[in-house]
Nanobody, 130 residues
Framework: QVRLVESGGGSVQAGGSLRLSCAAA????????MAWFRQAPGLEREGVAA???????RYAGSVKGRFTISKDNAKGTLYLQMNSLKPEDTAIYYC????????????????????????WGQGTQVTVSS
């Protein structure tokens, strides 16, 4: 059974750091693209970062240089290292996997889109105070 379980969210002051984790079960993370999305109250879910089966990464412009996405395929875990956090980073963060396209390689560096991913975690709250 496919499962994605996020952890690592919390409250932090502006300028601080957090590392989110997403434990994947039911599939091999080395074979599929995965991503992080976030949704703030009243706003649409937006793509933050993604990583394909070969390790190529894509980021939203608002987080480029501050956030780093990575995978530990041996542990089946996706990470999002978030540094220099800002109040506008406050949102629920979701882990997602594209289990439709096997060994997908990204052909562009545009931020990830929700329609590309078909499995989602339950989300973890990140709150950044000024």
């Amino acid at each position: 059974q496919v499962r994605l379980v996020e952890s690592g969210g919390g409250s932090v002051q502006a300028g601080g750091s957090l590392r989110l984790s997403c434990a994947a079960a039911g599939f091999g993370t080395s074979y599929y693209a995965m991503a992080w999305f976030r949704q703030a109250p009243g706003l649409e879910r937006e793509g933050v970062a993604a990583i394909d089966s070969g390790g190529r990464t894509r980021y939203a412009g608002s987080v480029k240089g501050r956030f780093t996405i990575s995978k530990d395929n041996a542990k089946g875990t996706l990470y999002l290292q978030m540094n220099s956090l800002k109040p506008e980073d406050t949102a629920i963060y979701y882990c997602a996997a594209d289990l439709v396209r096997f060994r997908r390689s990204f052909s562009s560096l545009d931020p990830p889109q929700t329609g590309e991913y078909n499995r989602w975690g339950q989300g973890t709250q990140v709150t950044v105070s000024s």
